[in-house]
């Protein structure tokens, strides 16, 4: 039984290797322009979730988009999934705006993301 419920899976994140060109098939998409336009990250709303791209996303180890939980307690989480038989790939990490994020791999290699907002 869960001891850190999750909230859902609200934000995926692409890598991305041109941000320009990824911003405009994204865009097109999506029927909407970005809600956040910033060098290092492009986000999207989009019925409720959040599409983020990652420029240099591979450089950082991500081989594809990465679903990400939200959670209210981002290292109880992690401490449950890593016990229950998760790898941590990177550890708790600010990332701006008081937002969270870890990310670890599930037994068959799928890498995963939690973020946690305060």
Not at 25 to 46: C, K, N, Q, S
Not at 49 to 62: F, N, R, Y
Request: net charge negative; proline share 7%; aromatic share 6%.
């Amino acid at each position: 039984m869960s001891t850190s419920p999750t909230q859902g899976i609200r934000t995926v994140l692409h890598p991305v290797s041109d941000l320009a060109a990824a911003k405009d098939v994204y865009t097109a998409l999506l029927g909407a322009a970005p809600t956040t336009d910033e060098p290092y990250y492009v986000g999207y709303e989009a019925g409720g979730q959040q599409i983020g791209l990652v420029p240099g996303g591979a450089e950082q180890g991500m081989t594809g988009p990465v679903a990400h939980w939200h959670v209210a307690d981002i290292e109880a989480k992690l401490a449950e999934v890593t016990a229950a038989g998760a790898t941590l790939k990177a550890p708790v990490r600010d990332v701006g705006g008081g937002r969270l994020v870890a990310t670890f791999t599930d037994p068959d290699g799928n890498v995963l993301g939690l973020i946690q907002d305060c």
